[in-house]
């Protein structure tokens, strides 16, 4: 919970009396870390770091610290995690990678970040959907982000014009 809350002072007495463990999940099936990086606490992202949480965990609960950043949008987030050594390829459990989820939300400014890091615009999740795919209305009722779909065709991602919503 502290984790969740952005307790850093929580996080560092649990720390000092042996309560915090880093690995175990907590009752939502996250480390310590991912539920840091699902809130976007960059503070708690850097103290858990400092204390030897692992950027790049097995996946427990189907995503990764970074792929939960850039699910929920938390750019800051994603910034510090890349700055700490996490993979920006890296996959969940669906195989979809933070480019994925970035391309989801039509977030363009997160999707040049991630590919000046070096975001492979190639990836392709389990579903066979490809980041432009997630920017082209992947379920219902979400529209597809068209300047989105157009700066990934761009940087030569594959459009499967697979469009769900249209």
Not at 78 to 92: K, M, P, Q, S, T
Not at 131 to 145: E, K, L, S, T
Request: hydrophobic share 40%.
């Amino acid at each position: 919970a502290a984790a969740t809350s952005g307790h850093v002072e929580v996080l560092r007495y649990l720390n000092k009396v042996g309560c915090l463990d880093l690995s175990t999940p907590t009752d939502r099936g996250r480390t310590v870390m991912s539920a840091a990086a699902c809130r976007g606490h960059c503070d708690v992202i850097r103290l858990l770091s400092g204390l030897g949480a692992d950027l790049d965990p097995p996946i427990i609960h189907g995503r990764t610290p970074i792929t939960l950043a850039a699910w929920n949008g938390h750019a800051d987030a994603i910034a510090v995690l890349h700055e700490l050594g996490a993979d920006v390829n890296a996959r969940d459990l669906n195989a979809y990678t933070p480019l994925h989820h970035a391309a989801a939300r039509g977030d363009n400014e997160l999707i040049r970040y991630l590919i000046d890091r070096g975001a492979d615009v190639m990836g392709v999740s389990r579903r066979g959907q490809t980041a432009v795919d997630m920017a082209n209305g992947p379920v219902q009722r979400i529209q597809p982000f068209p300047e989105t779909v157009a700066l990934l065709e761009s940087l030569g991602a594959v459009n499967n014009h697979r469009c769900v919503s249209c």
